[in-house]
Nanobody, 124 residues
Framework: QVQLGESGGGLVQDGGSLRLSCAAS????????MGWFRRAPGKEREFVAV????????YYADSVKGRFTISRDNAKNTVYLQMNSLKPEDTAVYYC?????????????????WGQGTQVTVSS
């Protein structure tokens, strides 16, 4: 089992940057595909980014491509989401998630473990 805890959220102005971190418990972090998802007020949860177990493969939602970067440090049991050029429409609660297996899927239902989320608010 994996326990996940996000940090790094906050209030930032339009065009600003934030880096989210997600720390995982346990000694098997490198066996999990890690994803970031978000839920904006009044909207469904949506996929943001995913990274393979080794970190060699990443995929992004079109809405964040070129602005966000997902990375991981398996020695520190941590996955990151660097968010640049933030827009008000990026305002949401951001969640990290973990899934066993090799598939770097964007389907939220494929992820077994979820963090509590961290709020990101971008002011215009």
């Amino acid at each position: 089992q994996v326990q996940l805890g996000e940090s790094g959220g906050g209030l930032v102005q339009d065009g600003g940057s934030l880096r989210l971190s997600c720390a995982a418990s346990g000694r098997t972090f490198s066996t999990y595909v890690m994803g970031w998802f978000r839920r904006a007020p009044g909207k469904e949860r949506e996929f943001v980014a995913v990274i393979s177990r080794s970190g060699g493969t990443t995929y992004y939602a079109d809405s964040v491509k070129g602005r966000f970067t997902i990375s991981r440090d398996n020695a520190k049991n941590t996955v990151y989401l660097q968010m640049n050029s933030l827009k008000p429409e990026d305002t949401a609660v951001y969640y990290c998630a973990a899934r066993a297996g090799a598939s770097t899927t964007a389907l939220a239902s494929a992820y077994e473990y979820w963090g509590q989320g961290t709020q990101v608010t971008v002011s215009s």
